[in-house]
C-alpha cells in the first residue's frame, strides 16, 4: 500500500473560530480549501466507507468529507474532555491526523463515528495527563438548529442549564467527562462507549454511575450556592 500523503488543507484547520457559527459549504472551504460544490456532491452520494476508501485509493481531498461531517462532533469530545477552546483545538486536529493516517486499520464492516470518536477521547485524554491542565469551565456549544425550541426566553433558559451542566462536568476527572460525553451528548451506546475509551463494559457503567452522582451533587451545590 503507497504512503499517504496528509493533505495540507486539514493540516491548517482552524477549529474553534473558522468553524463555529458558519453556514456547512462555507466551512468546509474554509477549512480545506476545497470549494463547496465539490464537498457537497462528495457529502450526498458517498458513505463513510465510500470517502475512506477513496482515501485509501489516494484521493487526499475525499478526507475533507469526513471532517465536515464529523468536525463538530470531534471538536465538542474534545472541548467537553479538556475544559478548554484552545486545547480542543488542538486535540481535533491531532485526532484527525491520526485518524487519517490510520485509516488502513479502520474496519469498514464498523461504523466510522465510534472509530473517530475513540481517536478523539484518546488524544484529548492524553492531553490532560501529559499538561496536568488546569481546569476552566467549559465553553457552551452552539447547539444543532434541529434540538432548538423557538422563543427567546426558552433559548436563554436552555442556555442556562447546559451551562450548569457543562462547568459541572468540568469539576469531574477526564475519565468520567469522556464517559458522559460518548454517552450522553454522542448517543453511543454503553458498548460503543467501552469501544472508544478502550475500557471494559463493567468500568464504563462504573464511571457512568459515579460520574452521574458527582454531577448531581455538584449541581445541587451550584443551585443552593445561587439560592443562598
Known amino acids: 500500500m503507497r504512503k499517504q500523503a ?12 473558522n468553524t463555529r457559527n ?4 462555507h466551512r468546509v472551504e474554509r477549512v480545506t480549501g476545497l470549494g463547496p460544490g465539490r ?10 466507507q465510500d470517502v475512506v476508501r477513496a482515501c485509501l485509493a489516494g484521493d487526499a481531498d475525499a478526507y475533507a468529507t469526513i471532517v465536515e461531517r464529523y468536525g463538530g462532533r470531534v471538536y465538542n ?6 475544559g478548554d477552546a484552545d486545547a480542543a483545538n488542538d486535540c481535533a486536529q491531532e485526532a ?46 452552539p447547539e444543532s438548529p434541529e434540538d432548538q ?13 447546559l ?9 469531574l476527572p477526564a475519565a468520567y467527562r469522556a464517559a458522559l460525553t460518548l454517552r450522553h451528548m454522542q448517543q453511543l451506546s454503553y458498548q460503543e462507549v467501552a469501544d472508544a475509551l478502550e475500557i471494559p463494559l463493567g468500568t464504563v ?11 448531581k451533587v455538584r449541581l445541587a451545590a451550584r443551585s443552593k450556592g445561587r439560592s443562598a
Open 77 to 82: 469530545i474534545a472541548l467537553r474532555i479538556t
Open 163 to 171: 451551562g450548569e451542566v457543562v462547568a459541572a462536568m468540568a469539576e
Open 39 to 48: 464537498v457537497t456532491e462528495a457529502r450526498l452520494t458517498g458513505t463513510d
Open 96 to 141: 484527525f491526523i491520526r485518524a487519517y493516517r490510520a485509516l488502513h486499520q479502520y474496519d469498514p464492516a464498523l461504523p466510522l463515528g465510534p472509530w473517530l470518536y475513540r481517536i478523539a477521547t484518546n488524544a484529548s485524554l492524553n492531553h490532560v495527563r501529559r499538561w496536568h491542565a488546569h481546569e476552566a469551565p467549559a465553553l457552551e456549544l
Open 22 to 25: 458558519t453556514a456547512p459549504d
Open 6 to 17: 496528509w493533505p495540507s488543507q486539514v493540516r491548517s484547520m482552524e477549529w474553534a473560530e
Open 149 to 161: 425550541d423557538s422563543g427567546p426566553e426558552a433559548t436563554a433558559l436552555r442556555r442556562e442549564a
Open 205 to 215: 457503567k462504573t464511571h457512568l454511575h459515579r460520574a452521574r452522582a458527582a454531577l
